[in-house]
């Protein structure tokens, strides 16, 4: 039978038959949806973890006592989890264990914009690289193969395109691999498992033979392939770049590199003999392009083809005819369309818009985070002044009290970056005698990449009940003296406690909870405005909230899209708008 697949429901399939017992992961775009597919089999335990580092343990854990183990992330996943990436690559593993990683070109949903070809020769571990959601099958079932012949954790790279698009895929399950029935039991090897420096430095030779190893493994790797065209031009690609070169070169001679790392030297020498010009295509950084200008290879690459972005056929059509390599585009390129912008907004009747509204309205600076809640940096709220990587806010914030700013400022972050990374930064203010006052904006679910649950929620992955993490009680419990739970939709209470939190020469912690609207789908009485009373003053619009929309004599509401939380209502100051049934 043939389906069609993501690549991330593909990885989950290949997981699936390569009788992998542990799945592990925190949410992040583009790669949340490997550890949603997996769950979906009864075989495979899986679990959202706290944070990428705690899920990557999780997995080495599973494949030391001999269950085969995955765990996926985003690209920045792996900097937060890169110290046990590292560590793992030093001890290897009894059952193979292999980690999907993400990268997001173009930053359709990132912070940064990053290669993680390069984590692969950093940490010395192979790195596989699909084009389609079939090889995202294929390579996993590789992956474990190559992770138990060279005792090594296996990375598998996938993009935002390879892990949103749907392709074909053969599901033959008599490919499945029944997780090994033998006792899954620990063994007892510290000098390979325990890496204190006498036993690490044992291990790092043997890391270097295994990566020595790999590079002979790779030139025979049946899908690091020569696929053979004219000899004018050789491409060399791997990924969905390859699916992209394709279409502008179709008749080119190919090195598709399933393995990216290590590159196999001796294949490479024989391509670069075989065609007159070799062009690397590659997304993001020229890892492939330094390798072969270490062999002496002319080619040509970021040259011609950015190092920042997506790349698509268009773009690289455009960019190989600029350069004489294919005659120009026949077509306008669809990309050129210009299409209405629509800057990214809080939804309508969000929580966080409230506590961004009262900061707003007590003019303060904000440290934020990464989360829906970035958006308070959007207008007309405009109030969030940094944020940089999940966990930042509150040890930002504590530098900016301890450089000696007067005016305090407030660390912003969400429920689940708090579990993620921002335990460790407010025991840290606690612990250096901060003052700093930390607003963490509850609303019981990891809100911005598709409602997962997490340690605050409730409910495991599979939405089964579980232990709900009492953030109070969790604060209190570091040490935290000045502690509130306020409802962010009621603004003076925001405000009051905001400015009286502000004040202590304290360190203070103020958890707005609402849970998300959307999550919980809320709708209450849509409010209307009594255009008799609108004065026109605009302050209602000062909240961004998309349901008000200006007309000529003043502002209305699209009842469709409002969810009538009524947080416009409470800030009008004529008292114009009002709730059904309310007195006008
Ligand atoms: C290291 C890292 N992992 C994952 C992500 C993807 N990501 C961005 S924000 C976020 C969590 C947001 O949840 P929360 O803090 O509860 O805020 P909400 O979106 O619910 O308002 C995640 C998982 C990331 N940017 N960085």
Redesign the pocket.
């Known amino acids: 039978m043939k389906k069609l697949l993501t690549g991330n429901e593909a990885f989950a399939y290949g997981a699936y038959l390569a009788g992998v017992k542990v799945a592990a992961a925190?949410?992040?775009?583009p790669s949340?949806e490997v550890i949603q597919n997996c769950a979906k089999y009864d075989t495979i335990y899986a679990e959202w973890s706290p944070?990428?580092k705690v899920a990557l343990d999780v997995a080495i854990g599973a494949a030391y006592a001999g269950g085969r183990a995955l765990c996926a992330?985003?690209h920045?996943?792996l900097?937060?989890a890169a110290d046990s990436l590292f560590y793992s690559s030093f001890t290897g593993q009894k059952a193979g264990l292999v980690v999907v990683n993400a990268d997001d070109p173009g930053m359709h949903?990132?912070?940064n914009e990053q290669d993680n070809r390069n984590y692969a020769k950093f940490a010395k571990l192979p790195m596989l690289e699909p084009a389609d959601s079939e090889e995202a099958k294929q390579f996993i079932l590789l992956a474990y193969e190559i992770s138990e012949m060279f005792d090594t954790p296996v990375i598998v790279r996938t993009t935002t395109r390879l892990s949103h698009s749907r392709t074909i895929v053969d599901m033959d399950d008599s490919q499945r691999i029944v997780a090994s029935t033998e006792k899954v039991e620990f063994e007892r090897n510290p000098g390979k498992y325990h890496m204190v420096p006498g036993n690490a430095r044992r291990r790092h030779t043997v890391v270097e033979e295994k990566i020595r190893k790999l590079a002979e493994y790779a030139e025979t790797f049946a899908y690091n392939v020569i696929e053979t065209g004219n000899y004018e031009i050789g491409i060399v690609t791997s990924g969905v770049a390859y699916q992209y070169a394709r279409e502008v070169f179709p008749d080119a001679t190919y090195l598709k590199l399933g393995m990216v790392y290590p590159l196999p030297k001796q294949l490479i020498l024989d391509f670069a003999k075989r065609v007159k010009k070799v062009v690397i295509i590659e997304e993001l950084d020229p890892f492939f392009e330094e390798y072969f200008k270490t062999l002496g290879i002319e080619i040509i690459g970021k040259d011609i083809f950015p190092i920042e972005g997506e790349f698509s056929p268009y773009l690289i059509r455009e960019l190989a005819s600029k350069a004489g390599l294919v005659s120009a585009p026949a077509t306008e390129q669809p990309m050129n369309l210009e299409l209405p912008i629509r800057p990214p907004m809080l939804c309508p009747g969000c929580a966080?818009r409230g506590i961004f509204y009262a900061l707003k309205r007590l003019n303060v600076v904000v440290n934020g985070?990464?989360?829906?809640?970035?958006l308070g940096g959007s207008p007309p709220l405009s109030t969030m002044h940094t944020s940089g990587?999940?966990g930042a806010s509150i040890g930002v914030v504590h530098g900016v009290d301890k450089v000696g700013v007067k005016d305090r400022t407030v660390a912003v972050?969400?429920?689940?970056?708090?579990f993620?990374?921002g335990i460790h930064p407010l025991i840290n203010v606690l612990y250096n005698k901060g003052v700093s006052t930390v607003i963490i904006?509850?609303?019981r679910?990891?809100?911005?990449?598709g409602h997962?649950n997490?340690p605050g929620s409730g409910k495991t992955l599979l939405g089964e009940p579980t232990e709900q993490i009492d953030l109070e009680k969790l604060v209190r419990g570091l040490g935290a003296q000045k502690v509130a739970v306020v409802n962010p939709y009621e603004l003076d209470v925001m405000i009051k406690t905001l400015k009286e939190f502000m004040e202590y020469e304290e360190p203070s912690v103020i958890i707005a909870r609402y849970p998300?609207v959307l999550h919980v789908k809320e709708k209450h009485p849509v409010p209307e405005v009594d255009l008799e009373l609108c004065t026109n003053c605009g302050t209602c619009l000062k909240i961004g909230c998309p349901p008000l929309v200006k007309v000529e004599n003043g502002v209305v509401i699209d009842a469709l899209q409002c969810n009538g939380c009524g947080l416009c209502a409470k800030i009008c100051p004529f008292d114009a708008i009002k709730k059904p049934g309310e007195q006008q």
């Open positions: 925190y949410p992040g775009t949340t944070n990428e992330m985003k920045v996943g900097n937060v949903s990132s912070q966080h985070d990464i989360g829906c809640y970035a990587c999940m972050l969400g429920d689940s970056t708090f993620h990374s904006s509850d609303n679910i990891t809100a911005m990449t997962q997490n998300c």
